[in-house]
């Protein structure tokens, strides 16, 4: 019996989304070969300031983004969520939901990954989910030097793997990175575009350009 296809977890805030993620979702995706790419909204972040647009305003942003890719779906459980949303809870409620076989893959940036060790119950996210790092070309673990914490380089040197099957065979547990096309596009300075009344265009999809000039979301 086949193993179920991989399915990619991208969580952040999103304020705004912008075609750096949904690149990092596009090419870490195709390199794992999911079945889908769930895209999910922080509600309310533990680790970082509140997002300056409503839950709302996002979760509308992300659902114009990705409206045309079949693979790319938007998953509301964190903006429902009451309290601080970690995603040790959202992985245990989709291992949940999807059952113990199919991989799932939890996507992240690299400097992400760099912080991981401050994230609710890190080490246990590899009971439920993978972890798939897109790094700048050039910029990978051999460059991250000093900036890795120790427990982090002792969680590479165990659960690496440069073998898809190893993501496509096993629902957790493992570490896969991967060079992505590098896009330097950040939401911050999306928003001081927007206070300044300057354009976004082909910095955010076209539908989120034009939802940003009608809904004045960050302005003072």
Known sequence: ??????IGIFG?????IHL???R???ELGDALGCAEVRFIPTGTPPHRDAPRASAAARRAMVALAIADNPRFVLDERELTRVGPCYMFDTLTSLRAEVGAHTPLVLFLGGDAFLGLTAWHRWAELFDLAHVAIGHRPGFGPAAWGDTLPEALHQCLENRATAGLSDIQSAPAGRIYLC?????D?????IRSACQR????????????AAYLEHHPLYQN
């Open 179 to 183: 060079a992505m096309t590098q896009m």
């Open 197 to 208: 009344g300057t354009s976004v265009r082909y910095l955010v999809p076209i539908a989120v």
């Open 12 to 16: 952040g805030t999103f304020d705004p």
């Open 185 to 189: 596009i950040a939401a911050r300075r």
């Open 24 to 26: 990092l979702a596009e």
């Open 20 to 22: 750096s993620h949904l």
């Open 1 to 6: 019996m086949p193993h179920p296809k991989p």
